[in-house]
C-alpha cells in the first residue's frame, strides 16, 4: 500500500502552546487528506477534511479557529493545535487518498499529544 | 444514532475458530466501504475493501448488503495473530468509521 509519514510521533508540550503536525504521502499525490482524533478505548473521529490548494471542511464542533489546517502541495498537510490545553491530549492521525482507485485512505503511524 | 455502529466485542475465541463481524451504516449514500485492522496503540491498516459481490483474501472475506445496510467480515481459521480491533468505514467523499470491535483469539 501506498505510504504515509506524520511527524512527530509523540509530543509533550505545556498548556497554551501551539503544536504542528506534518503529514506526508511519500510516494503519491494526495488530492484530499484527513485529520482523525481518537481517544483511548473510543473511535477515529473524523476531525476535517482537506483539499490541496482549498479551505479545508470541519466537521462539526471541531473548532476551525483552533485546529488549523494548510493544505499547501499535493503531499503535505499540517494540522496545528493553537493553545492547546489538557483537553486536546490525543492520538491525531492524518489519512491520504489519491483521488485514483476510489475512496481508499491510507494511514499516516499517528501522532502522541500530551499537554500538561 | 452513529453513522457507522458496531458491536465492540471482545470476541474471545480460540485458535482455528470462525469469527464474523457486522457492521451497519446509517447514511444510504455511501459508496465505498472498507474493514481496517488496527492494533494496540498503532494506526490503522487496510485490510479489505467490501463490494456488493463480496470480496475474498485468504482467510478473509468481506460482504456488502446494500439492502440492509450492513457489512460483514468473516475470518477463517483465526490466528493469534489476528488479535487486534477491526474497524468498518464507509462513506461518500469521505470515510467514517465505526468503534470497533475487539477480537482476542486464544492458544
Known amino acids: 500500500g501506498a505510504v504515509v509519514s506524520q511527524h512527530p510521533s509523540r509530543v509533550i508540550c505545556k498548556s497554551g502552546t501551539s503544536v504542528k503536525i506534518e503529514c506526508r504521502s511519500l510516494?503519491?499525490?494526495?488530492?484530499?487528506m484527513f485529520w482523525y482524533r481518537q481517544f483511548p478505548k473510543q473511535s477515529l473521529m473524523l476531525m476535517a477534511t482537506?483539499?490541496?490548494?482549498?479551505?479545508?471542511?470541519?466537521e462539526q464542533g471541531v473548532e476551525k479557529d483552533k485546529f488549523l489546517i494548510n493544505h499547501a502541495s499535493l503531499t503535505l498537510s499540517t494540522l496545528t493545535v493553537t493553545s492547546a490545553h489538557p483537553e486536546d491530549s490525543s492520538f491525531y492521525i492524518c489519512?491520504?487518498?489519491?483521488?485514483?482507485?476510489?475512496?481508499?485512505?491510507?494511514f499516516g503511524p499517528g501522532t502522541r499529544l500530551l499537554v500538561l | 444514532r452513529k453513522e457507522v455502529e458496531q458491536d465492540p466485542g471482545p470476541f474471545n475465541v480460540p485458535e482455528g475458530a470462525t469469527v464474523a463481524f457486522n457492521c451497519t451504516y446509517s447514511?444510504?449514500?455511501?459508496?465505498?466501504f472498507f474493514w481496517y485492522r488496527q492494533d494496540c496503540r498503532k494506526e490503522p491498516k487496510l485490510l479489505m475493501s467490501v463490494y456488493s459481490s463480496g470480496n475474498e483474501d485468504g482467510r478473509f472475506t468481506a460482504q456488502l448488503n446494500r439492502a440492509s445496510q450492513y457489512i460483514s467480515l468473516l475470518i477463517r481459521d483465526s490466528k493469534l495473530s489476528d488479535s487486534a480491533t477491526y474497524l468498518c468505514?464507509?462513506?461518500?467523499?469521505?470515510?467514517?468509521f465505526g468503534a470497533g470491535t475487539r477480537l482476542a483469539v486464544h492458544p
Open positions: 482537506s483539499n490541496e490548494g482549498s479551505k479545508a471542511t470541519y
Open positions: 468505514s464507509g462513506g461518500y467523499n469521505k470515510l467514517i
Open positions: 489519512s491520504a487518498r489519491s483521488g485514483v482507485g476510489g475512496e481508499t485512505q491510507y
Open positions: 447514511n444510504s449514500a455511501s459508496q465505498s
Open positions: 510516494d503519491f499525490q494526495a488530492t484530499t
